[in-house]
């Protein structure tokens, strides 16, 4: 008689996990809220992955026939409480798609750990049986040796663990989730420090193209930079289940720029417990770097057993030779691209010719390319640039990269930044964007940006789940926190906001976007008292080097909303001097706000006009006051806002 396969009852998928017989829906290890219908609606999507499970089976299972309930209503409700608990969305699934008019789908890797029937061991040979006078004798040898096969097959394939208990090890625990540490440099020369800093980043987005695995963003990991805090605490801080830390050295024995080689040493640590699984270290002439990196990423997956697909295979592999020169002057320019500080303008304008430099040695080196388009975008997003002068130049760096590499995610992404900002080509923005996730689910600056497009959309649910998703990418960083609290805010759910941003302020005091970001909030519910409370302290921070570039608008602003209308027309006046041809909009923001509703649309056309970035947010909740006017309807009409 053949024993019955045991089916899984723990269920895995991404950060979460499902266990089936609890009914238990985990994240990260902590338990979420999902009961009733929409964890059997999991539960039965699981047992099925990869398959329509049909709205009718679910109804014959949830709902027996004698059950007297609004079926479809009741369907759609339980699986939009599972959508929300696995922070889903129907529009961009990464979990559970809609089958139109059949059913759904459940579409993310999964790994099921088996939970065998007493006596059954999963792989071991089920014992024969003999009939007649020695059958009892018989069947006992039949079962010893069973029982010794498997044994052979607990230990020589560790199932469950076995071997590990039998020999004194520690289980090696499933790893969905990690970080890459900054490499350390071991040139000796400080000025290689980029050098270093890209190296790490390379491999961050190497790892990000495997969708099955959660990686943390650079801005994240650097902070770890120098430290020596022990591996399971910064994974604890971090939130993932396993580290790489390493070295990387340049050796130019010529000294003239030829036959430039490097050697990068990593190792694969799990978190808990502590222990070390795999080291290895790789010399390559610097013009090969490029598949160095996705051989590394590669043997990482191997190590951890995560499932790649075979798109995601092929995309690792796929590297070419490059200029060695140009490839040092991109990590130049890469590393002036992420500086912060009231230096950032210029930092940005330094890694532009960085890009341009890199291009000119190798016009056909795509990452220069989409570098290039960044760069012009975030000088725009600086003020430095006009719209009508970064934004043409972003776009044809952009299509100029996707030209030499269609699988660049950043290219992608910033070609979604162009439709959506300067050509309000609002659809276009989503193609693009869903693009650049389906090559790199890690790309914190895509989950950002598409949370963006949907808040102004007005699809602040999904916006929502974008933001959280970018944060889970970069668990640390007080700017996405930021950006998360924005997401509420334009959802007006206001309490969510006023958590994120008490956060926020956690992780950096001297943040006047998150103070500034609570007076909005309080002043939006009502909350007089706190306004002016979160007001005198933002005003204590004036003059403070961290303030940003646009520090007198906030200052006019949140005058405006405290009432000090005096006052806010005298920063005002000040900030014109700066923002009247580059931030028409955040000057129409201050009119609105202050109820100077025919300059509030002055300046609002001359945003138009100038195609400026954030005449897209007219659908947050600070333009409510004008929100009923027919020129506000019809200036959302000449930018083809969908309804």
Known sequence: MKAAAASPRVIRFGVFEADLQAGELRKHGLRIKLHGQPFETLAMLLEQPGEVVTREALRQRLWPEDTFVDFDHSLNKAV??????????????????????????????????????????????????????????ARLVWRLAGLGIALMVLVGLNVGGGRDKLLGGAALGEITSIAVLPLENLSGDPEQEYFADGMTEALINELGKISALRVISRQSVMQFKGTNRPVSEIAQVLGVDAVVEGSVFRANPAGDGMNDRIRISAQLIQA????????????????????????????????????????????????????????????????YLAGYGPAA????????????????????????????????????????????????????????ALELDESLAEAYTELAYVKLVYDWDWQGAEREFKRALGLNSNSVVAHSAYSWYLSHMGRHEEAIAEAR???????????????????????????????????????????VQARHGLVRVYWLKGMVTEARTEFERMEALRGSPHLGHAAGIWHAKASALMGKRE????????AKKEWSERGPILIAGVYAVLGEKDQAFAWLEKSYAARETGIVQLKCPQWDSLRDDPRFQDLLRRMNFPE
């Open 80 to 137: 939009s409480k599972l959508r929300e608990a696995l922070g889903d969305s129907a529009n961009t699934p990464r979990f559970v798609e809609t089958i139109p008019r059949r059913g759904y789908r459940f579409i993310a890797p999964v790994k099921g750990t088996a939970v065998p029937e007493a006596g059954i061991v999963p792989g071991a040979v089920p014992p024969l049986e003999r009939t007649g006078p020695a059958g009892g004798s």
């Open 272 to 335: 808990v417990p502590e222990r070390h699984l795999w080291a290895e270290s790789y010399e390559r002439d610097l013009t090969d770097v490029l598949s160095l990196q996705g051989e590394i990423a590669r043997a990482i997956a191997r190590e951890i057993n995560i499932t790649v697909t075979l798109e995601e295979q092929l995309h690792l592999a796929s590297a070419r030779l490059v200029n060695h020169e140009a490839y040092e002057v991109y990590l130049r320019g890469h590393y």
């Open 345 to 400: 303008g210029e930092a940005r304008a330094k890694a532009l010719e960085y890009f341009q430099q890199a291009i000119e040695l190798d016009p056909t080196y795509a990452l220069a390319h989409a570098g290039l388009a960044r760069a012009y975008r975030q000088l725009e997003w600086m003020g430095v640039l006009l719209p009508k002068e970064a934004y043409p130049k972003a776009r044809t760096a952009a299509l100029k």
């Open 469 to 511: 998703r970018a944060l889970e990418l970069a668990p640390v960083s007080w700017e996405k926190r930021g950006e998360l609290g924005q997401s509420f805010t334009r959802a007006r759910q206001y309490d969510q906001a006023i958590e994120q941003f008490r956060t926020q302020l956690e992780l950096k005091p001297d943040s």
């Open 567 to 574: 006052e806010a027309l005298k920063l005002l006046d000040e």
